[in-house]
């Protein structure tokens, strides 16, 4: 069979544009560290790690949601915590309001720190944390009550019972808040009765009467930073668990797009070597014609 010398270059041309784009693809997959550069490279792996992909996204939304979510809980917890030690101390005082040995005078100077208390509880309620009003539902921008007077004559909530949502995982939504009004109940209005009852130098029964109503605030909170807390162990727990899955689903997603690095490097080594094998090849015989084989 006789080869033209056109058909011999186009052989020598095509082989080494191959051995090229063989050295091209080892090469970039070393620079980029994968080994699917385009859909067309592995279809069906490709398709997989994109999935895995959009779990990895997904897992890492819900990371910045819990995120988030702590932090927001963090606040109430500490908020909560404040005022536990503030109705404690309001307690206090109560008792010693209620000791019948102390005259107007000294009553006096109870109801001025119990006053005290009531504005420091007021501050509580109001807490801001991230520009919004933490115990005020969804009514974010607005204090959950409203002060009025110095010392306060009355203090109103005006937050709602929406719940701040956030999503921490597939299957489970969760609010981070707390609504003020189911924590703080009535304690503002029987904390300014007892004040005006120790203004007034009310009889001792009177006073006395007002633990109950101190006891009953303190068990509310109590209550809310429990069920704060528990929320809290939870968005930890799923924070955890979202963090191993991501790791898992990183081994699975490397696994079909990265490359091998010592495997490459094989490869790219055989390559080049193709590669300049086939130009010392074609630049030997690039020049020879019939003439060169009947010497």
Sequence with gaps: MRMSEQSRVTNQVRYMNSASERMDTVQRQLSTNRRIQRASDDPAGAALA?????NIAFEAQ???????????????????DGATELLQRARELTVQGANGTLGPNEKANVATEMNQIIQQLAQVANTN??????????????PAYAVAGNPPSAITWQGDNGQRIRQISAQDAVAV?????????????????LRDNLNSNAPTTTINGSLADIDTALNGVLEARADA???LNRFEATTARSQETDVNLQELRANIEDIDIADTIIQFTAAQNALEAALGAIGRTSNMTLLNYLR
């Design 50 to 54: 994109m999935q895995h992909r959009k």
């Design 62 to 80: 819900m990371r910045r949601n819990l995120e988030n979510g702590t932090a927001f809980l963090n606040v109430t917890e500490s908020a909560l």
């Design 129 to 142: 944390f991230g520009g919004a009003y933490i115990f005020s539902g969804h009514q974010t921008q607005t």
């Design 177 to 193: 808040n707390v609504i003020g009004n189911d924590v703080f109940g009535t304690m503002f209005t029987d904390l300014m009765a």
């Design 229 to 231: 807390g528990a929320r």
